[in-house]
């Protein structure tokens, strides 16, 4: 089953132009992390948040936590061609047996030149 | 790029047939995890290996089943396939108990069942 749920499901965009992202879980996690897929290839992590912060950054990425609402946001700032790839969230939840990550069904992002 | 490998990159088999997926880990990683992911869909955990054993087994039937060796390599197979098996199947390695815990991703097993 999904624990996350990626919103929205496709997102086109010029180059330059920031793209937002949003996940939504639904238990309590330890943390919640992004992974980023080039066309049917691995995943790469992109960043990782803990469930006791609500901000982060790295380079150009921005992602925020709000275990309130059970929802993260990932803001990518002056996109590029090059951030064209499908975009997911995942949780490892805080009382899993193993490790797991479970992902949700991820956001497929388009930039344009 | 990861230092995780996955073979074959490519297969096509027949409904009823037996596959083994390959997976070499990153050095240093512990344990194993492979996850499968349709087209269009996130990937689904299948089940992990941590010291040579089973370590957490996602919603997948008893055909799905692995192996660890002492190196840390893992092999997933699936017997009786069935076309909805067709699939990238993904393995991850990663160090038990790392803080943060993190996943390192091999580049997927692209599987086509006729």
């Known amino acids: 089953s999904q624990q996350g749920e990626e919103d929205p499901q496709a997102l086109s965009i010029q180059e330059g132009e920031n793209a937002t992202m949003n996940c939504s879980y639904k238990?309590?996690?330890?943390?919640l992390q992004w992974y980023r897929q080039n066309s049917g290839r691995g995943l790469v992590h992109l960043i990782l948040?803990?469930?006791?912060?609500r901000e982060k950054h790295s380079g150009r990425l921005r992602v925020t936590l709000d275990t309130s609402k059970k929802s993260s946001s990932l803001l990518i700032t002056a996109s590029r061609a090059a951030d064209t790839a499908s975009y997911f969230c995942?949780?490892?939840?805080?009382?899993?047996?193993?490790?797991?990550?479970?992902f949700g069904k991820g956001t497929t992002l388009s930039v344009s030149s | 790029e990861t230092g995780v490998t996955q073979s074959p990159t490519h297969l096509i088999k027949t409904r009823g047939q037996q596959v083994t997926l390959r997976c070499s880990s990153q050095?240093?990683?512990?344990?194993v995890s492979w996850y499968q992911q349709a087209l269009g869909q996130g990937p689904q955990f299948i089940f992990q290996?941590?010291?040579?054993?089973?370590?957490g087994r996602g919603n997948f039937p008893p055909r799905f089943s692995g192996l660890q060796f002492p190196n840390y390599s893992s092999e997933l197979n699936v017997n009786a396939l069935e076309l909805d098996d067709s699939a990238l199947y993904l393995c991850?390695?990663?160090?038990?108990?790392?803080?943060?815990?993190?996943?390192?991703f091999g580049p997927g097993t692209r599987l086509t069942v006729t």
């Open positions: 290996y941590y010291r040579e054993e089973e370590n």
């Open positions: 991850a390695s990663s160090r038990e108990a790392a803080i943060p815990y993190e996943q390192y």
């Open positions: 995942a949780t490892r939840r805080s009382n899993q047996a193993g490790t797991a990550l479970i």
């Open positions: 050095s240093g990683h512990n344990t």
């Open positions: 238990t309590s996690i330890n943390n």
């Open positions: 948040i803990r469930s006791n912060e």
